[in-house]
């Protein structure tokens, strides 16, 4: 729907909302001590439920986003067709999502092996990935709607322009990413910390992290373009590496990182290895077929929710949606621009 702000606002208030209950629960306040330790996962629960309760109630109950694209509760739209597309789409996200977390919790468990200041490098490491993660992820989220939007449009060309600009984009933040890290590489990790051995063992891997990431960033791109492939056997790559190169052989941290550096090797490798492949104008094709198959259903969802409030339906577009019925028209004001039908 290309709303963003909703999200924004609530996850800078977030921020905000997990430092100061974190430091609240922590060390208290006024004559209160504070929960100590078990204050900072506490605090972790209160953040981690503030958002969703916060974008529900801004975006759906105060300023009603949802209606510009979703009817309402019927038990007509539950069926066995959208719940296989669903499947297909989000089947391989989660895979691909869970998979990645496993192989970090298992390089976890090998950093153990191998000490507590390991450990802690590890961690200071870990927090700057998932920063930058989301950085990356918020172009591989822009092209994948993009390109989904494109497609869905039977228009293949842009999907493929759309692709080719986010690659350019990722590309400039790396470059302006490793300039920054390399110039600035301690002062960086002294965000962290102050401790001087544990920033030495941190600069040991930097340079493997920086070439990590920059796979990294390709890999989210490619992953969001593509949507649904999964890279369910990178973890095989990521934690014999990892384990091997770590306690078998003694290289220690650097190791870790290098097994965290081939696993996003293998995923660009695979990702640009379909995409040099893909048929963009193939690929259009198939999504207006699979949209343009369902009419029938669309109709008798239409059909039900106007008789539920006695309304006359209308005969749906070529390219069904619900956003045009006889019942969205009547949600919305006169004034109200409605959203152009897909196609």
């Known amino acids: ?95 691909n999502s869970f998979v990645s977390n496993l192989a970090s919790a298992l390089v976890a468990l090998v950093a153990a092996r191998l000490g507590a200041r390991i450990i802690a490098a590890n961690a200071v490491i870990s927090s700057l990935w998932g920063l930058l993660w989301a950085l990356f992820w918020g172009y591989g989220c822009a092209t994948q709607a993009r390109v989904a939007n494109y497609l869905g449009a039977g228009k293949p060309d842009l999907a493929r322009r759309i692709t080719g600009l986010g690659f350019i984009c990722t590309m400039v933040v790396v470059v302006l990413i490793a300039a920054a ?17 544990l920033l030495t063992t941190c600069k040991l891997v930097l340079p493997i992290f920086v070439v990590a990431c920059a796979f990294e960033a390709v890999e989210i791109l490619g992953a969001g373009a593509l949507t649904g492939m999964s890279a369910i056997a990178t973890w095989f790559i990521n934690l014999p590496v990892a384990y091997i190169g770590g306690i078998t052989l003694g290289y220690g941290f650097p190791a870790l990182w290098v097994g965290v550096l081939s696993m996003e090797f293998f995923k660009v490798s695979s990702y640009t290895l379909v995409l040099a492949h893909v048929r963009w104008s193939d690929v259009a094709e198939r999504v207006k077929a699979a949209v343009e198959a369902a009419p029938e259903m669309e109709q008798s969802t239409a059909q039900f929710v106007a008789a539920a409030a006695d309304i006359q339906p209308i005969t749906p577009p070529t390219t069904p949606t619900l956003m045009a019925s006889a019942l969205e028209r009547n949600r919305h004001l006169p004034n109200e621009v409605l959203p152009a039908p897909f196609g």
Request: charged share 10%; net charge positive; proline share 4%.
């Open 181 to 197: 890290t390399s110039l600035m590489d301690q002062h960086i990790i002294a965000l962290y910390t102050t401790d001087t051995d």
């Open 1 to 95: 729907m290309g709303i963003l702000l909703p999200t924004t606002v609530v996850g800078v208030v977030s921020i905000f909302v997990a430092t100061g209950s974190n430091y609240v629960l922590i060390y208290g306040i006024g004559s209160w001590n504070g929960l100590g330790f078990t204050g900072s996962p506490t605090a972790t629960v209160l953040a981690s439920w503030f958002q969703p309760i916060a974008l529900f109630s801004f975006a759906i109950l105060y300023k009603h986003h949802h209606r510009r694209a979703w009817y309402g509760w019927n038990i007509h739209a539950l069926t066995l067709n959208r719940l296989r597309s669903y499947l297909r789409v989000a089947g391989p996200i989660s895979s």
